[in-house]
């Protein structure tokens, strides 16, 4: 175990159910620990996207070998090949591509896939709709635990016609959302998620905060930040490790908090985040995200930004975070230098560069851009270095509007009425020309 | 005086007699017939005949025989042209549309004729005088594009872009079944004077005839091309853009509108970083406007600050410019003077809106089809209503 794991541990406030590492955190990644947080075959998807990214190779290699072990051990094909290809025989002869191990799992494969077909076809024939439901189910399960992902989706949606019960629809669901996820088809997940919530029994609340985990992270790959946010916000407590095929507590207080702090104004921030109970145990996970927030309402701006930074390399690392990072840094500093122009009449550029810790001329730039977009109402005086509020005169805007108005009117006034002459002559070239 | 009856015709007479128009009518009818044997003998004598006629006869007796008079106009119109003298056809013309009009809203042929002679011998303010009165009436819709496209050449020449910009608009959306080609040289001119004048080209509005709105921008490519790269806001995209089709922009007579269109792309950012900015140095205008080097910054400015497009002062010594509030408070005498008149004259024309308005709502043909509609189908006020919306 690392030094930063054990660190973690020690330090880690968690609910008592589940390892406290927090790997998100400003140090360098550690590999083993963040993996412990996810199963299935998102562990594996998620150190393959980190080897691929990271660009140190030790962690690069480490993060292989685990690939590799793990998608051995899953006797999943597709996965395994993808990580040998990667390992490229750097790490010895026992990493080396063993086309004996692929061809006998495919076997062993085929085999059961046969027989998984000949048992639904028998029940097909039987009619027993619960014996269909289970065999297309397992069908569907043996599809996604050997990586073919599009033939476990078309598995899990035929169970749709033998579901009976809405704890079935519910097992459906969420089937179709883990295939979906991995697929990248979020649209699907949105819609799966709904159908979920629309059944008529209450449901489990561990289900529930899987549900809008899910919702989040859908959210969030379509860019829709603010929804993504109120998601995650919304999602329980009890989520805890229980999806870790799919995303970590961790993560929920991560993409949560950036989301929201990119798309929420001030009020929402206070009520949804910062007051809010629930989420405050995710946050307890990633405690440097929990500071940033607090730093970004409590208007210390530079910490905050600064937070972000050195965050910044491990995020890049997270598989459905990556995209997104730069567009929500940017909407988090943009928020940041709006509000804190906000309360004043003048501010002096130097004393704000120091606290956003970037160059004048660089500051001066940024705000030249969020005054032309209309987002801060004020002016730059280049020459002292200040940004004066600037309130437009209502009575002038007023009277230049509406002498506007008015010659806008007379144009296009004298312009229809010209026209409407031309028709009433009913005018067709042919009679000139 | 005398009927001339009989007498033979002689191009030397000078006296016009206003009592016995009716004879000189038919004098006239003889010159024009044989016009080309007389410009041999006379010349310069038969365009002051029928310039001294032109202005002095009666409106009355002239509206009996439009045609007629039509035609001697266009004599002296083609005396003039032949002589390369265009502008001593432009105070007889003048009045002559004065005669020849029913009333100031009427379109005449003539008006085109007088606007292009005024083009030729660029005398813009003489236009004018014609171009100041809307048209309402129009009897035939080729005198409208040439009258709309000479009268937008001559506001442009006075650099009056909006009122270029409302003739254009009118020649490019009226009512047409198929496209000519005074409507396409129109649109030409519309896309380079609306780029002048607010930096893009509107879209066409709902009311063009479907034939303008698809097929006007195949026949002019390179100028939906040049609005394009305006849009970038590059000047150097721009320029070397205009560079690469000068020769079309020649062949069509607007290479000098064109390189209008590339210096207002210098005004238009300066104009945006006025809304930024309270100073600016003028090495940072500059460099955001692309240009080589402060001092053709401060060159730009002070024009702009003469021709009143921004309000600023330019304090040489540190090489700042301060951007100044539009200083029109709207309190002085002449501004309340200013929108009073502008009330009175909107006032005028929404009555005649509402008379137009009652007029057609008791006419036959619409009452039948309002009928007819209320019968078939429900009865939709849109179908009708060619009224911006945006005024209710």
């Known amino acids: 175990v690392s030094a930063a794991a054990a660190a973690a541990v020690t330090n880690g406030l968690g609910g008592g159910e589940q390892a406290a590492a927090a790997p998100v955190s400003a140090d360098q990644l550690d590999v083993e620990a963040y993996a412990a947080q996810y199963s299935g075959r998102t562990r594996v998807a998620r150190l393959l996207f980190i080897a691929e990214r990271c660009g140190v190779e030790a962690i690069q290699l480490e993060a292989l070998r685990m690939a590799h072990d793990e998608a051995r051990a899953r006797e999943d094909t597709v996965l395994y090949l993808d990580a040998v290809l ?3 025989s750097r790490l010895g002869p026992r990493y080396r591509h063993d086309q004996a191990w692929v061809d006998s799992v495919n076997r062993r494969a085929e085999q059961r896939k046969e027989k998984l077909e000949t048992e639904l076809n028998g029940y097909r024939t039987n009619l027993i709709k619960e014996s269909i439901r289970m065999g297309y189910n397992d069908i569907g399960d043996f599809f996604y635990a050997h990586g073919h992902l599009s033939e476990a989706f078309k598995s899990y949606i035929r169970t749709r016609d033998y579901c009976t019960t809405s704890k079935h629809i519910v097992q459906m669901c969420m089937h179709v959302i883990l295939v979906s996820i991995e697929l990248g088809q979020f649209a699907h997940v949105t819609n799966y998620v709904s159908k979920a919530e629309q059944t008529p029994d209450t449901l489990d609340a561990v289900i ?45 207080a991560v993409y949560g908090a950036l989301c929201a702090l990119a798309s929420f104004d001030r009020s929402e921030l206070k009520s949804k985040v910062i007051d809010n109970i629930n989420f405050r145990n995710f946050l307890e996970l990633v405690p440097e995200v929990r500071e940033l927030v607090n ?35 940017n909407d988090i500093r943009h928020k940041a230098i709006i509000q804190y122009t906000l309360p004043f009449i003048s501010v002096d550029l130097n004393t704000m560069a120091s606290a956003f810790k970037s160059s004048v001329s660089m500051l001066e730039k940024e705000l030249a851009a969020l005054i032309t977009e209309n987002k801060i109402q004020a002016r730059i005086d280049s020459h002292n270095k200040i940004l004066y509020a600037r309130h437009a005169d209502q009575r002038n805007a007023t009277f230049q509007r509406a002498l506007q108005t008015g010659n806008e009117f007379e144009r296009d006034i004298k312009a229809m009425l010209l026209r409407a002459n031309l028709i009433k002559h009913d005018f067709n070239q042919k009679n000139w020309l | 005086s005398p009927s001339r009856r009989d007498a033979p015709i002689s191009p030397s007479r000078r006296s016009i007699p206003s009592a016995s128009n009716r004879s000189f009518t038919l004098r006239r009818d003889s010159f024009v017939s044989s016009s080309a044997n007389l410009r ?22 002239i509206r009996m025989a439009p045609d007629k008079f039509l035609n001697v106009c266009r004599v002296l119109k083609n005396e003039v042209m032949q002589l390369n003298a265009p502008i001593r056809g432009i105070a007889p013309l003048r009045a002559a549309v004065r005669k020849i009009q029913t009333s100031s809203e009427q379109l005449t042929p003539l008006h085109a004729e007088y606007l292009m002679l005024c083009l030729l011998a660029k005398q813009y303010k003489a236009g004018l005088s014609v171009l100041e009165d809307d048209i309402f009436e129009v009897d035939q819709p080729k005198d409208l594009f040439l009258y709309c496209y000479y009268g937008a050449m001559i506001y442009i020449g006075l650099k009056k872009f909006r009122k270029a910009l409302e003739l254009l608009h009118n020649a490019v959306t009226a009512p047409m079944s198929s496209l000519n080609a005074i409507t396409v040289e129109a649109y030409k001119k519309y896309v380079l004077v609306s780029l002048i004048q607010s930096g893009q ?45 000068a020769e079309a922009f020649q062949t069509d007579n607007n290479f000098g509108l064109v390189k209008q ?42 024009r702009m600050i003469e021709d009143g497009e921004i309000h600023a002062t330019i304090n040489q010594k540190d090489g700042m410019v301060s951007f100044n509030e539009d200083p029109e408070q709207y309190k002085s005498s002449e501004m309340v003077e200013h929108i009073d008149s ?40 849109d179908d009708f209503d060619s009224v911006p919306h945006k005024y209710f």
């Open chain 1, 208 to 252: 529930v905060a899987k549900l809008r985990a899910a919702a989040g992270l859908a959210n969030l790959e379509t860019k829709k930040y603010k929804l993504a946010a109120r998601k995650f916000l919304e999602t329980g407590p009890e989520l805890g490790s229980n999806y870790s095929e799919v995303i970590a507590p961790q993560d929920v």
């Open chain 2, 342 to 381: 502008s009330i009175q004259r909107l006032m005028a024309l929404s009555k005649k809106l509402t008379s137009i308005d009652q007029n057609i709502s008791c006419d036959h043909a619409f009452l039948m089809k309002v009928q007819s509609g209320r019968e078939r189908a429900r009865f939709d006020y």
């Open chain 2, 261 to 302: 269109v590339l210096s207002s792309m210098y005004k238009r950012n300066i104009q945006r970083l006025t809304q930024t900015y309270l100073t600016l140095s003028l090495e940072d205008i500059a460099s955001s406007v692309q240009l080589n080097t402060p001092k053709e910054a401060e060159m730009h400015v002070l």
């Open chain 1, 86 to 88: 990667k390992i490229n």
């Open chain 1, 295 to 329: 730093d970004f309402y409590a208007s210390r701006y530079g910490s905050c930004l600064e937070h972000l930074e050195k965050l910044k390399p491990n995020l890049l690392l997270d598989i459905h975070l990556r995209e997104h990072l730069g567009t929500l840094y």
């Open chain 2, 201 to 245: 080209v509107p879209s066409f509005p709902k009311y063009t005839s479907s034939t303008a709105q698809r097929n006007l921008k195949n026949h002019t490519q390179i100028y939906v091309d040049l609005s394009t790269c305006y849009g970038t806001g590059s000047y150097s995209d721009l320029e070397t853009f205009i560079q690469s089709n």
């Open chain 2, 40 to 61: 041999a003998h006379a010349g310069g004598d038969l365009l002051v005949t029928v310039a001294d006629f032109l202005t002095s006869c009666s409106a009355d007796q």
